[in-house]
């Protein structure tokens, strides 16, 4: 959530800014809302300072022993209008709070314009797009004997569903220990392991909800639970409503999840493969700052994706997105994307974002600045450290040799037993 003294201060700033993420942010309605909250706020309070005083009056006479009926007369229906003037208030500030729910991050000052991924600019470019001297095959074509079964999935599940086998789900496996391996051991990152339900607080904290309501999987209408689209929720919500010491931060954790999308948006985008599933495994990164350094901690954490790529010597570039491609809760993104000769394209493989104060505001999760003394908001970052679905799609399709078989990368083949190439015969 945005705060309310900047979109006090200059809303047709706050207005000018959101337009570079495409929103329309409607000055007039806010400054009705504000203003019918702001007067409500003053009458309860001059209503309850009247009622204090009144009080304050009774007592003091009945202490000296004078009549008090004609001030009790002057208290009247005093307090029925007070509880009413609160009810108003509350009404009104319930409206302003839905209103700003529904008012994403605003985007810093380096985030290009731009109203859709075209427009994202490169940053770098890692590696060297492999040259076949055959056609490259895509990673369903690689594993048509059935080690992706799509068909048992769509009988058991429905589409956008699979079911890996033998060495290929081992080779999943072994991409998941890999970077749990390397974020735990190399990046000082804390594992976790969360439950994959959670409330609508959450969802509401992190930025998934109200908007995106669409996009989750509910258990059913009578509950608030939902399914985990990432790991970046329950995660990040461990420490709503908590005031940290400054001490503890910088706070990391990295977490292995199954993730849950209706992909409700995507209209029919990447139906073939894995690429875009309902159910799929990540590995996230989630970081919370002291607000002084979550800008170095962005290019940190994006590093620490990074390295994953490099160590599988998978081709990779980074992009800084542009404003109509950027997430609601985000304040910047840079995302990774690999090469997939299947697609003869880069493919985003992780998203890095620092959402500033934006997600902090909403869980109410501070630390204590030991220079105020005050409870301050901390700042959030998260990335995907990385979409292992994914990860095994780009290893299958850059390694592919063209007989059929595809090579391990020489840091998969300890999760391998030792062997230097993917049986996907099944």
């Known amino acids: 959530m945005l705060d309310l003294k900047t979109l006090r201060d200059d809303p047709d700033a706050v207005a000018h800014t959101l337009k570079v993420k495409g929103f329309d942010f409607d000055v007039e309605r806010f400054r009705a809302l504000e203003s019918t909250r702001r007067v409500l706020q003053q009458t309860s309070e001059q209503l309850q300072n009247e009622r204090n005083t009144k009080s304050k009056a009774i007592g003091q006479a009945k202490a000296n022993g004078e009549d008090i009926a004609l001030l009790v007369a002057e208290v009247g229906d005093l307090g029925d209008r007070l509880e009413a003037a609160k009810a108003q208030f509350e009404d009104a ?25 075209a427009d994202n600019e490169e940053l770098h470019i890692w590696g060297n797009v492999p040259e076949f001297n ?3 095959l895509d990673h369903v074509d690689l594993t048509a004997e059935g080690a992706l079964d799509f068909e048992t999935a769509v009988k058991i599940s429905g589409s956008r569903f699979v079911i890996m086998k033998g060495e290929l789900a081992r080779l999943h496996r072994g991409l998941t220990q890999l970077m749990l391996d390397l974020h735990t051991r190399d990046h000082g990152y804390q594992e976790l392991y969360v439950p994959a339900i959670v409330n609508e607080a959450s969802l509401y904290g992190t930025g998934q909800l109200p908007k995106f309501a669409d996009d989750q999987f509910k258990l059913d209408q009578e509950s608030d639970m939902y399914l985990i689209p990432t790991a970046e929720v329950p995660v990040t919500n461990m420490y709503r409503d908590e005031i940290l010491d400054e ?37 996230e990164l989630v970081q919370l700052v002291h607000p002084d350094t979550s800008w170095d901690v962005l290019d940190e954490l994006t590093g620490h994706a990074e390295k994953i790529l490099q160590v599988l010597e998978l ?6 997105l542009c404003g ?43 630390y204590r600045s030991s220079r105020t003394g005050r409870p301050e908001f901390v ?20 390694y592919q ?18 062997q230097s190439h993917l049986d996907l015969a099944v």
């Not at 292995?256 to 495994?281: K, L, V």
Request: aromatic content about 8%; some cysteine.
């Open 324 to 366: 109509g491609d950027l997430g609601f809760s985000a304040a910047k993104t840079i995302d990774l994307e690999v090469w997939l000769p299947g697609q003869n394209q880069y493919r985003e493989i992780s998203s890095c974002s620092n959402t500033l104060d934006f997600q902090a505001r909403r869980m109410q999760a501070r």
């Open 315 to 320: 081709p990779y570039r980074a992009v800084v």
């Open 379 to 398: 700042h959030t970052l998260n990335g995907s450290g990385l979409a292992v679905g994914r990860s095994l799609v780009a290893v299958l399709e850059n």
């Open 93 to 117: 500030h319930d409206a302003l709070q839905s209103f700003l729910r529904a008012v994403p991050n605003m985007p810093d000052t380096s985030v290009p314009a731009g109203g859709s991924e």
């Open 134 to 136: 055959f056609e490259p």
């Open 247 to 283: 001490e503890q931060l910088p706070i990391r954790h990295v977490c292995h999840s199954p993730c849950f999308r209706s992909e409700a948006g995507s209209y029919g985008r990447d139906t073939r493969g894995i690429i875009r599933q309902h159910q799929f495994e990540k590995v």
């Open 401 to 418: 040799d063209g007989d059929g078989r595809v090579a391990i990368p020489d840091a998969l083949r300890d999760f391998m037993g030792g």
